[in-house]
């Protein structure tokens, strides 16, 4: 069967790391069987709208590979594929309910229904709608809300993620499908939608289990056939005893990405996060997850969010994608170096030793302007290395003197002569690796760490290597 799938997600803010992963699975589940992707905006809670957010969502799901077969600026038969676009639609199905008797329009002010409410709570019973319904109902028009008529049973249904689950009939009530303003609410709207664009497999978080009960009498009184259930467990919080919010600080999607996150690391993590194939791999392209993955494999429990694993597989993403076409992702790196960084040429030399020490692409900014400028001399760097402590001054500039020395004497500046020079330089002073190249790197680099010496070296060029190392000398003289 070629399945139908969707992403509903509402245009209220950014696009939250859980919300991306509910837009993953079904994706994949579409692609395995060659069936649809239906990309829906549920935009029906005008107050909470915010501008611009739509195009973020779009945005998003362009970002991580994750083509849509329908919905805006694709079109298909199904659209319109903005809910506040649907309206008439939604007129049309609730009028079946109310020429059934299945549903009534209710006058009653909020206050009333507030006083109700209140009552349930001091007498410490759930508030059924349902027990306060009107006895008359005046006819149906704008201005007020349409609620659905419960007529409580037991439920059996089965979830692809849960199995077999029962819901009884103090689940059900009179829940509002249509609002004053005309608008459905997610209730409703979720339900006609999925009925007329096909969708055969409906995705979304397990918070929706309880009001299952309310889903399959809707769908038995519209007389529809129920699609497959798939409730995904919540992404946890890192501490892993609450579901992910956006005060946990998991940024969103574009944040991600402006931080230099790469889709295919994004898609690989969060695919990951409450599913394994069963197997050891760890990288997944999205090819990979097309032809694995299995809504069977798919956790009960919730995926404890872990940002340092993310960042982890998007420095084991920029090392494959480097070995498989280093141009193609150099290219994607340009919104990330330093103004100073403007030699395309020196950037892609710089690209091509660092990127092996590379966490994100958001890195090239604070790990590369060496390359390009002279760093600021900081002798507390070098007298606070462990290595170099136990040098004095006189030691330092020695080792500096005997270093230029033997570099002003090479011809041919590459990788391997500049290591055999280093390698005669180190057998010559007696000192340690950690000592003697430690010195010469910071010299030149002022940095935490830097690439292998003889490239970081080759790349800064003959001229440059030994103006800073003179630099430095003329420091000490001067300190």
């Given at each position: 069967m070629k399945a139908v799938t969707r992403f509903a997600p509402s245009p209220t803010g950014y696009i939250h790391i859980g919300n991306v992963r509910s837009a993953i699975y079904p994706y994949l589940i579409a692609k395995q069987s060659n069936g649809r992707f239906i990309l829906r905006i549920e935009d029906t809670d005008q107050a909470r709208f915010v501008a611009g957010a739509t195009d973020l969502i779009k945005e998003t799901l362009t970002w991580l590979g994750l083509d849509w077969d329908e919905g805006p600026d694709k079109g298909g038969e199904h659209g319109p594929y903005f809910q506040s676009q649907r309206r008439t639609i939604y007129h049309e199905w609730a009028k079946r309910l109310i020429d059934c008797g299945r549903a009534y329009a209710d006058?009653?002010?909020?206050?009333?229904?507030?006083?109700?409410?209140?009552?349930?709570?001091?007498?410490?019973?759930?508030?059924?709608?349902?027990?306060?319904?009107?006895?008359?109902?005046?006819?149906?028009?704008?201005?007020?809300?349409?609620?659905?008529?419960?007529?409580?049973?037991?439920?059996?249904?089965?979830?692809?993620?849960?199995?077999?689950?029962?819901?009884?009939?103090?689940?059900?009530?009179?829940?509002?499908?249509?609002?004053?303003?005309?608008?459905?609410?997610?209730?409703?709207?979720?339900?006609?939608?999925?009925?007329?664009?096909?969708?055969?497999?409906?995705?979304?978080?397990?918070?929706?289990?309880?009001?299952?009960?309310?889903?399959?009498?809707?769908?038995?009184?519209?007389?529809?056939?129920?699609?497959?259930?798939?409730?995904?467990?919540?992404?946890?919080?890192?501490?892993?005893?609450?579901?992910?919010?956006?005060?946990?600080?998991?940024?969103?999607?574009?944040?991600?990405?402006?931080?230099?996150?790469?889709?295919?690391?994004?898609?690989?993590?969060?695919?990951?996060l409450g599913w394994n194939d069963g197997s050891e791999q760890e990288l997944y392209s999205k090819q990979d997850l097309i032809a694995k993955f299995d809504i069977s494999r798919i956790q009960h429990a919730g995926a404890r969010y872990d940002e340092q694993k993310l960042i982890w597989l998007n420095g084991q993403w920029i090392r494959r994608l480097f070995a498989e076409d280093a141009p193609a992702l150099f290219a994607r790196t340009a919104e990330f170096w330093p103004a100073e960084a403007t030699d395309m040429d020196r950037r892609f030399q710089v690209f091509s030793i660092i990127y092996d020490r590379l966490k994100t692409l958001g890195d090239l900014k604070t790990m590369t302007s060496y390359f390009f400028v002279d760093p600021a001399i900081n002798l507390d760097m070098i007298e606070q290395n462990k290595p170099l402590k136990k040098l004095s001054e006189a030691e330092i500039c020695e080792l500096l003197r005997r270093s230029i020395a033997k570099l002003q004497a090479i011809d041919n500046w590459t990788p391997a002569h500049l290591q055999d020079a280093l390698n005669e330089l180190l057998a010559e002073t007696a000192q340690k690796p950690m000592t003697l190249f430690g010195l010469i790197r910071l010299s030149v680099s002022f940095a935490p760490f830097s690439p292998a010496l003889p490239d970081t070296l080759n790349v800064l060029g003959k001229a440059t290597t030994l103006a800073r190392l003179n630099a430095v000398i003329a420091a000490y003289a001067r300190d």
């Open positions: 006058s009653t002010p909020s206050e009333t229904i507030a006083k109700y409410r209140e009552a349930s709570n001091r007498a410490k019973q759930p508030f059924l709608y349902r027990n306060h319904r009107p006895a008359n109902s005046p006819a149906w028009e704008i201005g007020m809300p349409l609620r659905f008529k419960a007529m409580p049973k037991d439920y059996d249904y089965h979830d692809e993620v849960f199995g077999d689950l029962h819901m009884g009939p103090e689940t059900q009530d009179d829940i509002i499908l249509i609002k004053a303003d005309g608008l459905p609410t997610y209730n409703f709207a979720h339900i006609v939608d999925d009925a007329t664009m096909g969708v055969t497999h409906v995705l979304r978080g397990q918070e929706y289990l309880p009001s299952m009960g309310n889903y399959l009498a809707l769908y038995e009184a519209l007389g529809l056939e129920r699609p497959k259930f798939v409730h995904l467990p919540h992404i946890l919080a890192p501490t892993g005893n609450k579901k992910l919010g956006k005060r946990d600080g998991a940024k969103s999607a574009n944040d991600y990405r402006l931080d230099g996150i790469l889709p295919e690391a994004m898609l690989n993590f969060l695919a990951c």
